[in-house]
């Protein structure tokens, strides 16, 4: 009888601290966040799409958003498995979650780089080592997995997440350094998960280029980020003052909303750096 009420509270318990973590993110009050986590998982496909992901005039991108909003239940829990699945599989998930903007106006090209899965995998690699206090606890992990929810599993790596962005603000020779570092400890670990990983990614980081892949993975983690604040994705049409530009990056503190965002004004080579309260979405910016 022990037994069987301990394993039907761990979900129980996971649920709460998700809500927990979703309240002090929104900064509303604990029955508001189970609200509105409760209606997130009743939602219809259609319900779940998600602002702020720019498509422009990319065919294809347009293309797999609209695929991934008509996944069946079983296809949405297959992929948040892998989401919940660190290093490895949450970035190859988050990869695939925002693929390559081809053409995002006058910004170019975003979201590219053949290494970026491989980098965003290496970043969650060396907080695993430096900071495994910010790994969410396993049965919330694994109860948010279930519910083929992607908003669930950020939830549960919220502060994980926002770390591995904040390492993508380093220089370049200490962001390897600490790369190179976390895979050296980890090859030695006694969890053959995480010695499978650091062999996986210190093969890729001899095999792969890495050049212009971390402004990739810096693209996905802005996007994953900025996405429960209804914020300006990169690749997002904005307007600052009576300008029109595109976000090419997201400016983070250590907590809450974007603080600024980096934007190309239409006409202009130079990226600026715009507070938030100085951005605003623009009425063009609807499609996906």
Known sequence: MTETRNRRSAPDRARKRAIRALAAELGVAYSVASRLLAAQQAATPADRRRPGLPAGGDEHRAWMFAAREQRTFHSRVRDTRTAAELPLGRA??????????????????????????????????????????????????????????????????????????????????????????????????????????????????????????????????????????????????????????????????PSGPPVGYRVRLDGESDVRAVTAPGVHKSDFDSDR
């Not at 998930?93 to 899965?117: F, V």
């Not at 095999?207 to 892949?213: D, E, K, N, Q, V």
């Open 92 to 253: 190859a998930h988050l990869a695939r979650r925002y693929p390559p903007l081809r053409d995002a106006g006058g910004a170019g090209a975003l979201y590219h780089g053949e290494g970026r899965e491989t980098v965003v995998a290496m970043l969650y690699a060396v907080l695993e080592h430096e900071s495994p206090e910010l790994l969410p606890p396993a049965d919330e992990l694994a109860w948010a997995a279930e519910l083929g929810e992607e908003a669930a599993v950020d939830i549960a790596c919220r502060d994980l997440d926002r770390a591995a962005r904040h390492l993508l603000d380093l220089d370049r020779w200490q962001l390897w350094a600490r790369v190179e570092a976390a895979l050296a400890a980890v090859d030695r670990d006694a969890d053959r998960r995480v010695r499978d990983a650091a062999i996986v990614l210190g093969r890729e980081l001899r095999s792969t280029s890495l050049r212009g892949s971390v402004d990739g993975a810096r693209h996905i983690l802005d996007a994953l980020l900025v996405e429960p604040y209804d914020g300006g994705a990169p690749g997002a049409r904005v307007l600052v003052g009576e300008r029109a530009g595109t976000v090419v990056g997201v400016c983070w503190g």
